[in-house]
C-alpha cells in the first residue's frame, strides 16, 4: 500500500473517510493473508483502500437470495438520513422497527454486521462509517434514485413525533398539500411499510 492510495480532499489533506477505507481494506488484506504475513498480492486481491469496501458489500449482497436483496435494499435506505441541503448521513433504527418488517429482516440485518458494515448496539442498528455511503457504487445509486421519497419519508416520521409530542392535537395533523404529497407517497405499500409505528 502507498499513501497515493488514499483518497484525497482538497488542500492536501485525506478524505474524511479515509481511515474506515484503509481499516476495511488492512482487514480484508488479512482474512485473505496466509501464514500471518500480509502480501502485496492479497492486498491487490482485496481492492485496496479504494475497491475492498465495494467488494465486501458486492460479495455479501451477492449471496442474499432475490426476496433477501429487497429485503436488503429497503435495509440500507432505511440507514440513511437524507436533509435538504446537507449529503446523505447515517441514521439510527431501533431494533424493534427492524423486527417488525418479519421474514428475513433478522438474517439480512446479520450477513451485513457479520461483514462489518452495520453495527448492532443498545438496541439499534447503523451504518459502521459514513465511508459505505460513497464507497459502495449500488448504495449511491439507490440513494440517488430514491432521495425525494427518502425526504417525504424523513418529514412525514418527524411530523408524526411533533403530533405525538403535541399530544396528538387535531391542530397538529398536517392538512392540504403537505397531507396530499404524504397520502399519495405512503400509498405506495412498500413506501408505507417502510414508516415507523406512529407514523404510518
Known amino acids: 500500500m502507498c499513501s497515493s492510495d488514499l483518497p484525497d480532499a482538497p488542500g492536501?489533506?485525506?478524505e474524511r473517510g479515509a481511515l474506515p477505507l484503509l481499516s476495511h481494506?488492512?482487514?480484508a488484506t488479512w482474512e485473505r493473508s496466509r501464514g500471518g504475513t500480509l502480501a502485496i498480492a492479497d492486498y491487490l486481491a482485496s481492492g485496496g483502500?479504494?475497491?475492498?469496501?465495494?467488494q465486501t458489500a458486492e460479495r455479501a449482497y451477492g449471496s442474499l437470495t432475490p426476496d433477501q436483496q429487497w429485503v436488503a435494499r429497503r435495509l440500507f435506505l432505511h440507514l440513511v438520513h437524507v436533509a435538504d441541503d446537507l449529503p446523505p448521513s447515517r441514521a439510527t433504527v431501533e431494533l424493534g422497527e427492524l423486527r417488525d418488517w418479519g421474514g428475513d429482516a433478522e438474517a439480512v440485518l446479520a450477513?451485513?454486521?457479520?461483514?462489518r458494515m452495520i453495527t448492532v448496539d443498545a438496541g439499534t442498528a447503523r451504518f459502521t462509517h459514513?465511508?459505505?455511503?460513497t464507497a459502495w457504487p449500488r448504495l449511491r445509486s439507490w440513494i440517488e434514485g430514491g432521495k425525494d421519497g427518502l425526504r417525504t419519508r424523513r418529514r412525514i416520521t418527524e411530523g408524526?413525533?411533533?403530533w405525538a409530542d403535541a399530544g396528538r392535537e387535531s391542530a397538529a395533523l398536517w392538512r392540504g398539500s403537505q397531507l396530499a404529497v404524504a397520502r399519495d407517497w405512503a400509498a405506495d405499500e412498500d413506501n408505507s411499510a417502510s414508516l415507523p409505528p406512529g407514523a404510518a
Do not use: H, N, Q
Request: without cysteine; glycine residues 4%; charged residues 25%.
Open 130 to 133: 459514513d465511508a459505505l455511503l
Open 111 to 115: 450477513t451485513f454486521v457479520d461483514e
Open 160 to 162: 408524526a413525533r411533533a
Open 49 to 54: 483502500i479504494r475497491d475492498a469496501l465495494m
Open 12 to 14: 492536501g489533506a485525506y
Open 25 to 27: 481494506a488492512m482487514l
